[in-house]
């Protein structure tokens, strides 16, 4: 039944030699991998109005020039990754930028960072389209967690099917959207040229405002750079793309900062003139199409791919985040388990984690997409200055041909990074403080491992010096509950490893069972040795341990091993497992962290 319904939910296995078919073309790598960066022109734009309407509605003029300052990011940060991909064309990004030119600890701080940010592009996203859901159908409005968390659990399922089946279905919505914005920008500006849009509507340029300051202006342009998270995606995820692999990325990444600063700036320009003031019930894009056609099918429209794009921006994450676990898990940074390739060839260990934490994480912050976007926005800061300045570094340290246009292309991007973080920590440090915590923690934790997985492979290689243990001889003792078939089962097995050295253990609470018990034995197998242990506590597993390491004890003296039998009935059904006694698995529980003893289970399956 298991079997049947994970078939039908995520399909049929997929064969290794099909991993092939599982990579990108460009057009569904641009819809899958620049979802996320191009959702965010949905609330980037009110991420700016929301700072300078703290001013008043007249200094909504600075929006433009604000707006040019992130254009102007974006396109160091666009040739600036455009240059990691070539250099790093085995993916990586951030991560691996940083690890190689700054040290272990700048790329732990990168990657730690990035994977926090995922799990952000997913709540987020996920969170903005249902405020985009909700804004249409306000009576929705209560029930936005509760339907944030299915989507999420939509896409990840989606996800667990394989990258290019996921591709397939997201691709169209992510167009539409494009599209619908084409259309709302396109119209908007006809609208604004042929004098349909009231002057007064909006504050010329240029017009002095009260209370205006270089801080807030700062401000203002941090909140508005959010509109970049997911820039770095493409270059996480470039073993998804077809060969070849890095022209395609930098084509799709290309193409990616061209469609972004076209509708952002946009969407800026139409509220700019459109004279839109932020509200907490309504999306800044939804007065626009309002505003622009009515509320009529073309609004819905609008607001239905809007809706779609931030909720399956998400998929950038799921995307970008198992990759990057990829190469924290292959530095031995994060378990092993996150390079194991599910059924459809995906990371899917990676994608099941992405979900669970992403729900978490919507039900804490009950989906309020503001409190998240600046934790969001410094997550992804912090590695766009890291490996900014570590291109910096690696240019300085090798000088290539050409170096230096490129020195100067991620100084200005690491410059301004730096910048933009430094102000969401300044300006919004209530709502990022987080960072703080979970940077040291992650470290912790990334050093941990780390430092286990070493201390493994040194107690696991063989050319170490630490000398084999001669096992000469081995004694047998099989806990016993009963005369069954289960233990006549067990007994056969030791037996046939030991039949010299067998010891049935049986522990009674009561001294008339054990006469009784003792009598039975005697006549059932009169060849195997009994030790009944009498106690009044009714414990099984502390009498069974104290009697093993007398064994071991004197075991030890002649070099040989103790090994303890289990027996275990496995019933037909599993829940029947809830209506027997589990002695069985205590006694394994209690004994299997001990290095002196080896424990087996023998099974007995039932067969009703």
Same mark, same amino acid.
């Given at each position: ?9 995520? &399909? ?26 191009? %959702?965010? $022109? #949905? ?12 001013? &008043? ?9 604000? #707006? ?70 306000? %009576? ?30 997201? #691709? ?50 941090? %909140? ?6 997911? $820039? ?271 010891? #049935? ?104």
């Amino acid at each position: 039944m298991i079997s049947f319904l994970k078939r039908f939910l995520i &399909g049929r296995p997929l064969k290794s030699t099909e991993l092939g078919e599982q990579k990108l073309n460009k057009k569904k790598a641009l819809a899958i991998l620049s979802s996320d960066a191009l %959702s965010s $022109v #949905a609330y980037g734009p009110e991420q700016i109005l929301i700072v300078l309407v703290t001013v &008043g509605t007249m200094a909504f003029w600075y929006s433009i020039p604000i #707006a040019i300052g992130v254009l102007v990011l974006l396109t160091a940060l666009i040739m600036s990754y455009r240059q990691i991909i070539f250099a790093y064309s085995h993916g990586g990004g951030a991560y691996v930028v940083s690890k190689e030119n700054l040290g272990r600890y700048p790329g732990l701080v990168a990657g730690g960072s990035l994977l926090v940010d995922y799990i952000l592009t997913v709540a987020v996203s996920v969170s903005a389209g249902t405020d985009a859901i909700t804004s249409a159908f306000p %009576s929705l409005h209560e029930h936005k967690v509760l339907i944030a968390i299915i989507f999420v659990l939509l896409i990840t399922l989606l996800n667990l099917r394989g990258v290019t089946e996921s591709a397939s279905v997201l #691709a169209y919505p992510v167009y539409l959207f494009v599209l619908a914005l084409f259309i709302l920008i396109g119209t908007g500006l006809y609208n604004i040229l042929t004098g349909n849009v009231p002057a007064e509507l909006h504050t010329s340029i240029g017009t002095p405002v009260a209370g205006i300051s270089l801080f807030l202006l700062l401000r203002a342009f941090s %909140s508005g750079s959010s509109a970049l998270t997911g $820039v770095e995606a493409i270059s996480n995820a470039i073993p998804n793309f077809k060969s070849p692999e890095a022209s395609n990325a930098a084509k799709t990444l290309a193409a990616m900062g061209i469609l972004l600063a076209v509708l952002f700036s946009g969407i800026v320009v139409l509220a700019y003139y459109y004279g839109i003031s932020p509200r907490a019930d309504v999306t800044v894009v939804s007065q626009i199409a309002e505003q622009t056609f009515g509320r009529n099918a073309m609004y819905f429209f609008v607001q239905g791919t809007t809706a779609l794009i931030l909720i399956l921006a998400a998929n950038t994450g799921y995307s970008a985040f198992p990759l990057l676990a990829v190469n924290l898990a292959k530095d031995k940074f994060i378990p092993r388990m996150f390079t194991m390739r599910g059924d459809r060839l995906g990371y899917s260990n990676g994608i099941i984690i992405l979900g669970v934490l992403s729900m978490l994480l919507i039900y804490v912050f009950e989906g309020e997409t503001e409190q998240l976007i600046p934790l969001y926005a410094v997550g992804v800061f912090i590695p766009f200055t890291l490996s900014q300045t570590g291109m910096m570094v690696k240019w300085l340290r090798q000088k290539p041909a050409g170096w230096m246009p490129k020195f100067v292309i991620n100084t200005v991007g690491a410059l301004i990074s730096f910048i933009v973080t430094m102000m969401f920590f300044l300006t919004k440090f209530t709502q990022v403080w987080p960072v703080f915590v979970f940077l040291p923690i992650l470290l912790f934790v990334f050093h941990r491992i780390h430092k286990h997985y070493e201390a493994i492979a040194d107690q696991l290689r063989i050319t170490t010096c630490e000398p084999t243990v001669k096992i000469e001889g081995n004694v047998i003792i099989v806990p016993v509950a009963g005369i069954t078939h289960v233990v006549e089962n067990s007994l056969e097995y030791a037996k046939s490893l030991s039949p010299q050295q067998i010891i #049935a253990v049986y522990v009674p609470f009561e001294r008339e069972d054990e006469a009784i018990f003792e009598e039975k034995w005697k006549k059932w197998q009169p060849d195997v040795r009994l030790v009944t242990l009498y106690t009044p506590y009714r414990s099984i597993v502390q009498p069974l341990t104290k009697f093993i390491d007398t064994v071991n004890w004197k075991a030890a003296e002649l070099n040989h091993r103790v090994t303890v039998i289990i027996p275990q009935f496995i019933p037909k059904k599993g829940w029947h497992n809830i209506l027997h006694n589990q002695s069985s698995l205590l006694i394994r529980a209690r004994l299997l962290f001990r290095s002196d003893v080896i424990v087996t289970t023998v099974p007995y399956h039932l067969k009703k």
